[in-house]
């Protein structure tokens, strides 16, 4: 079973300031095939990035995704303030697993 | 704008049974996959299982043989029960467009299941 391991657990940053998101997979991930999901406060998550570094519609482009095999990024260049959230990575190349997200980095305002 | 709305009670006693219903509006339920995802309070994401629009279906091993979740195409709803349920059941349940293996690019709203006697 494959496992993504998310760091930092907390990210404190200042509006205005460049966000860097890990998620390492503990096998290479075929195809790039990451997501990466917002979530804020008592809302559901919304997808930001999947394919590694395809943007979902609607989403800004200050967000960004990147990375391959094992190592995946997901890059907030200017953080603004309604980008303070939970963010989850997510595998879907492994067809068997369930334990599919990553416990979450939490971006917080400094 | 597809929209998904979960509904069901939101406390359910020990031992008892789980049920929700999740309602998809402005698109199809074909040719999709649909699933149940909850987060405990304070935690992580966990799929319980999902279905294809066909009707197959597939369940996390982690519920065993406590969790249903089945389609009604003719009022283009999806639903999920959850047997013999604890307070470690106690979470946001959350229906959602795909499953875990590809991206869940539609989510509801979430509700909040506590179970308590």
Known sequence: EIMLTQSPGTLSLSPGERATLSCRASQSVSSSHIAWYQQKPGQAPRLLIYSASSRATGIPDRFSGSGSGTDFTLTISRLEPEDFAV???QQYSFGEDWRTF???TKVEIK | QVQLQESGPGLVRPSETLSLTCTVSGGSISPYYWSWIRQPPGKGLEWIGYLYYTGSTYYNPSFK??????LDTSKNQFSLKLSSVTAVDTAVYYCARGGPRGVVDYWGQGTLVTVSS
């Open chain 1, 87 to 89: 963010y989850y990575c």
């Open chain 1, 102 to 104: 990553g416990q979450g």
């Open chain 2, 65 to 70: 043989s406590r969790v249903t979740i089945s």
